[in-house]
């Protein structure tokens, strides 16, 4: 050990020290940051299922994987940040005596071949990924660019390190090899053999690259530790936590909503009160820790927003940046809240109070009690974090959620925070409030009356059955018509559509008629929590009186529309309403199937499919929608955006009922897209997709961009046109003949 090597080795000690120190402070901080956050039970178990499902996420990276070239170069990254680890450990026997090794496994072949492909594909993995982030550079791309608000200095100082790490393990293995005192066998370390035969041999050099290993390590170490909202750098541990945690351990934060909860506890309305419990999120530590882990997490790669529909159509909304905006905010007022400071829904100061309250608010940072004072929601005027505009814009459509390679659950903390606007601040789009009346009187949206609900039946030349008060043993389905399937003109013909089908089929089934009521999920993505549940108790009460008797395996129903069936599948359980639920897509698909609906005369036509969110993402229904399309004869076409990535219509989250007043509107931005596949038909299986793009379809023709002959309709429709041309020959639904309906009418028996 020579007096350099000795002074090189007691600079890394001093600089470990120093790292070692900074870095449990901040994850102390960082630790009690996190648990600001409100009590959330649900994330404990089943620790098998939760544990097992995040070593196939981070190992198996099936999330970056969406987008492959990028998941290859990532997994290297994150594989030979944890692999190399050890390496260092060995760095720092290395600095002070270069021919240290660890007895046995310095001369492991396979051990030394593991490191030399790490070693080698980190580097490139970093400088991939560098070159990713330079050719989508916001400065090339503008908005496009996902990494669009983005920190770039952060970045970069991660992946310079990254490709730091790996030029110093092979510098350091390259000039063992050159000074004879490498070990390994030739075929373990080939890159290093081929450097160290062009190198001067040079102990001194081992322990100066080791010595870079250790520094730059503990520098990246030292720098982080000073930026708790790094989430570049930290999530490559705080994800593992994330992903364990999240909402589901087998699917994503999507199809049902996070319930309200305070103190730990679903809310109860006929108890809860608003100076004792949490109503969404109006103050950051409303959040649940989960929350303030996600927000921890965020790692600003952009996925998020690069499939967002708001920000693709020039809103205000990056989901991103929504987060990344409660981060700072979460841990620059963390040190308020720590000293026990709160405020009550009228701004005034509750938490530190009493004879000494001037002495400890004056030893809490200037910016923390700054911080304290911003309203979460508010606009530029009230210097608010989060702007309504950028609150209101978000469909709910839960590209964000599926995209995340960390699992953060923005819908949730979306949905959270327009509760509080809505049941505490009545702040909210003046268009919602004509809604939630509507819903409150009429017991629908469109404020129609509900003895009307059956008038969609007068136009079909059979009789729908209508439940009287006790359902049938044979009945097998009920037929969930929904609000827009009984009210608006064009959803009435999907509805038509499938009546008439599961006649044509021998399906036995009923519909409720007046008894049926709206299922409350406009009002619950709009963060009327309170009128959801008085609907879906309406609703739940209805339906167990029906099913009544029955066994869970018979409680059957079908429903046309998507908010629908996924409220009734995956919402109602929440408040005692237990069915098996099925998507008319999925039931006529299975008609098909058994041939007890036989498509005879092909529809000789290029036909889209628009993944409807509540449907595709939510809910993971892709296929029998496309089987239908393909059964229908037509030629089928699939849009660029489809499947989990598939563009929003602009519904979603109570935007039916909203104006779009900034940029494109999202409807327009689809049918744009289904233009461009050169269908004549557009087909969707959800009611408000088929209006949307319908309104959108309209506008392009009387701008001329599309030609008259392009018909949006529901897969029912496009369904039905093929069967009733083989059971009438091509007419109108009048007189039959005896092709179709002999071989529908022989398979249901």
């Given amino acids: 050990m020579g007096a350099l090597q000795l002074v090189l080795g007691l600079i890394c000690l001093a600089v470990t020290a120093v790292a070692v120190v900074m870095v449990v402070r901040t994850v102390r901080r960082m630790v009690r940051s996190i648990r600001l956050g409100q009590p959330d039970p649900n994330r404990k178990g089943p620790f098998g299922t939760r544990f097992a499902n995040m070593l196939k996420e981070v190992l198996g990276h099936t999330r970056m994987l969406k987008w492959s070239h990028v998941g290859v170069a990532h997994w290297f990254v994150m594989v030979g940040f944890g692999g190399l680890s050890l390496s260092v450990l060995v760095a720092y026997g290395e600095v002070f005596h270069a021919p240290f090794e660890f007895p046995w496994l310095g001369s492991f072949g396979p051990w030394n071949l593991l490191v030399e492909i790490l070693g080698v594909t980190t580097i490139l993995g970093g400088i991939w990924l560098s070159a990713i982030r330079q050719l989508n550079h916001p400065r090339r791309a503008g908005r496009v660019s996902r990494f669009a608000g983005s920190n770039f200095w952060q970045a970069y100082f991660v992946e310079a390190v990254v490709v730091l790490e790996g030029v110093g393990i092979m510098g ?82 999507l199809g ?25 999120a109006g103050q950051v530590e409303d959040f649940s820790w989960k929350g303030w882990l996600d927000f921890t997490t965020c790692t600003e790669c952009g996925r998020c927003q690069s499939q967002c529909p708001a920000w693709n159509t020039a809103k205000p909304l990056s989901p991103k940046m929504l987060i990344t905006s409660l981060r700072d905010h979460a841990h620059a007022k963390a040190p308020y809240l720590l000293e026990g400071g709160k405020k009550d829904m009228a701004g005034d100061e509750v938490g530190i109070t009493g004879e000494d309250s001037d002495e400890r608010l004056a030893k809490i940072d200037a910016l923390a009690l700054a911080e304290s004072e911003k309203p979460l929601v508010g606009g530029p005027e009230e210097a608010g974090i989060i702007d309504p505009e950028v609150l209101w814009a978000c469909t709910s459509c839960g590209a964000c959620v599926e995209q995340c390679p960390v699992d953060i659950e923005h819908v949730d903390h979306i949905v959270d925070m327009r509760r509080y606007q809505v049941m505490i601040e009545s702040n909210f789009p003046t268009e919602l409030g004509g809604m939630f009346k509507n819903l409150e009187n009429k017991g629908n949206p469109w404020g129609q009356n509900n003895s009307d609900r059956l008038a969609w039946t007068k136009d079909l ?84 009186s029906v099913f009544e008797g029955r066994e869970p395996s018979k409680r059957k129903i079908v429903a046309t529309c998507a908010h629908c069936f996924n409220s009734l599948a995956n919402e109602y359980g929440q408040l005692g309403g237990n069915y098996e639920v099925v998507h008319h897509t999925q039931l006529l698909n299975r008609l098909v199937r058994e041939k007890r609906l036989v498509p005879v005369a092909p529809v000789a036509e290029d036909v889209t499919y628009h993944d409807p969110c509540y449907i595709g993402r939510h809910n993971k229904v892709y296929e029998p929608p496309r089987d239908l399309v393909n059964a229908s004869g037509a030629s089928f076409r699939e849009m660029p955006r489809h499947a989990d990535r598939a563009m929003c219509c602009g519904a979603g989250g109570a935007r ?18 289904a233009l461009g596949t050169a269908s004549s038909k557009v087909a969707t299986g959800c009611p408000f997709c088929k209006v949307m793009l319908t309104d959108g379809m309209t506008t392009r023709q009387n701008e001329e961009v599309a030609s008259e002959n392009v018909e949006v309709l529901d897969v029912a429709q496009l369904l039905l046109q093929s069967v009733k041309r083989g059971t009438d020959g091509g007419g109108d639904g009048g007189t039959q003949d005896s092709g179709g309906v002999a071989a529908s009418a022989e398979t249901s028996g």
């Fill in 172 to 253: 350091l293995r390259s000039f063992k090899v050159s000074s004879d005192l490498f070990h390994a066998p030739v075929w373990s370390a080939p890159v290093s053999f081929a450097l160290g035969s062009v190198l001067p041999a040079s102990a001194f050099a081992v322990s100066l690259f080791a010595a870079f290993k250790i520094l730059s390590a503990m520098i990246w170490i030292i720098v982080i530790a000073s930026n708790i909202t790094m989430g570049v750098a930290w999530h490559r541990f705080t994800a593992f936590f994330n992903i364990y945690f999240k909402r589901d351990p087998e699917s994503t934060a």
């Fill in 256 to 280: 049902a909503l996070k319930p309200m909860m305070s103190n730990g506890e679903p809310i109860d309305f006929e108890e809860a009160d608003p100076d004792k419990d949490v109503f969404g």
């Fill in 461 to 544: 030349d059979f009789e729908v059955p209508v439940f009287d008060g006790e359902l049938d043993e044979d009945v097998e389905y009920l037929f969930w018509v929904g609000c827009a399937g009984a009210f608006e003109d064009r959803a009435k013909k999907t509805t038509q559509a499938v009546a008439e089908l599961l006649h044509i089929a021998g399906v036995n089934y009923t519909v409720l008629g007046p008894d049926e009521g709206c299922t409350g999920d406009p009002a619950r993505r709009a963060g009327n929590e309170f009128l959801f549940q008085m609907l879906a108790e309406q609703n739940v009460e209805t339906l167990n």
């Fill in 656 to 673: 039916m009922w909203m104006e779009e007043r900034t940029g494109k509107r999202i409807n327009l931005d689809r049918v744009d897209e």
